[in-house]
């Protein structure tokens, strides 16, 4: 049966690089250039762990880049994002500058969360992100409560909730996928399933291994979405946020996605074969995008490969910001903990 599922896999791959282009030019350029620069950030994160300049906890997305591209290319500006701590990429699909993100990484005053939030915490309320959340499932009750100041609001906005599939074991989530639907609040919740718990297999940790089928128990319109393929990330957001913001409530999205890294830095991957590991590869979604520029004429080889030498000068850039950058001063511990700046209490 997985041979089989397999195969066809493979045979669907390849039919979409064969078919005709479901999105513009312009569209599948900044799908490439998006997820090139997620990839090389991520690569250059990973290496930079290894050399001890950047500490702490660190989850890479590389592999998962098409469930944020897809996402960013489907949303409106002023919609809402949040999710969990495998978190850089997120904001580098809305815009956010890989100086600020590099330099958090780093722990920098310069840093999007000023050097304090780290790997797990990155901010940016200016493109709509709002947060990576370094509780496991934290951040879904959160993502339901930013979707209700937004219809409270009547701002016509959604937000997109994301989250792995280890969290959806945990109450929170049932409980705010309750919530969502009682009060039909615009919030698109997002499985990113990448088939790993950190080191457990789905199949291991849920007699449910068919995650989006969760959503039917509130009668949430729920549906899996290959998110290797970054049309299908897009057209199903979207199809999901024309329903919010018609007033018709949430949706709940399984992203079918595969993580190349472990689930973090410090997570060998012993857990999976290497001929697993492989076959996604094989899928890449950044090779797709460019499988179908090239067939289109969109662009040679040569300029791709100029677009992906710029992005690793960029990366490059930022990791000569986040160096050269102070680190906070000793003060800003007391800093931003309560909103009252004359809270009695801190010290």
Excluded at 13 to 23: C, D, L, N, S, T
Excluded at 85 to 108: C, N, V
Excluded at 144 to 171: H, L, P, S, W
Excluded at 293 to 313: F, R, S, V, Y
Aim: hydrophobic share 35%; glycine share 8%; with cysteine.
């Amino acid at each position: 049966m997985a041979d089989t599922k397999d195969k066809a896999k493979a045979k669907s791959a390849k039919a979409k690089v064969q078919a005709e282009p479901k999105f513009s030019k312009e569209t599948y350029m900044e799908w490439y250039e998006s997820m090139k620069l997620m990839r090389r950030f991520e690569e250059k994160s990973g290496q930079l762990y290894g050399q001890q300049k950047i500490k702490g906890f660190c989850h890479l997305y590389i592999g998962q880049e098409a469930c944020a591209a897809g996402a960013a290319s489907a949303l409106e500006k002023g919609d809402k994002w949040i999710t969990a701590y495998r978190d850089h990429a997120h904001p580098l699909a809305l815009g956010t500058s890989p100086d600020a993100i590099m330099a958090e990484l780093f722990a920098k005053a310069t840093g999007c969360s000023k050097g304090k939030g780290g790997s797990m915490h990155i901010f940016d309320k200016e493109v709509g992100f709002m947060g990576g959340h370094g509780i496991v499932g934290a951040q879904v009750p959160l993502g339901a409560g930013i979707a209700f100041a937004e219809k409270y609001n009547k701002t016509g906005k959604v937000c997109i909730c994301y989250m792995g599939d280890g969290a959806v074991r945990q109450g929170a989530f049932h409980e705010a996928l309750n919530m969502a639907m009682t009060w039909k609040l615009p919030v698109i919740f997002v499985i990113e399933n990448n088939g790993y718990a950190m080191g457990t297999s789905v199949q291991r940790t849920s007699n449910v291994v068919e995650l989006y089928t969760l959503g039917e128990s509130y009668d949430i319109p729920s549906e899996p979405v290959d998110a290797m393929e970054v049309e299908l990330v897009h057209e199903a957001v979207a199809r999901a946020a024309e329903r919010a913001r018609a007033g018709e409530g949430p949706t709940l999205l399984e992203f079918r996605t595969y993580r190349y890294k472990g689930h973090s830095m410090s997570d060998p991957a012993k857990y999976r074969t290497k001929e697993e590991l492989e076959d996604y590869k094989g899928r890449d979604s950044i090779e797709s995008v460019k499988a179908t520029i090239l067939k289109n004429g969109w662009a040679t080889e040569e300029e791709l490969d100029e677009i992906d030498e710029k992005i690793k000068e960029r990366v490059a850039q930022s990791v000569t910001f986040a160096e050269e950058s102070p680190y906070p001063d000793p003060s800003e511990l007391y800093t931003d903990i309560y909103i009252e700046s004359d809270y009695p209490f801190i010290m």
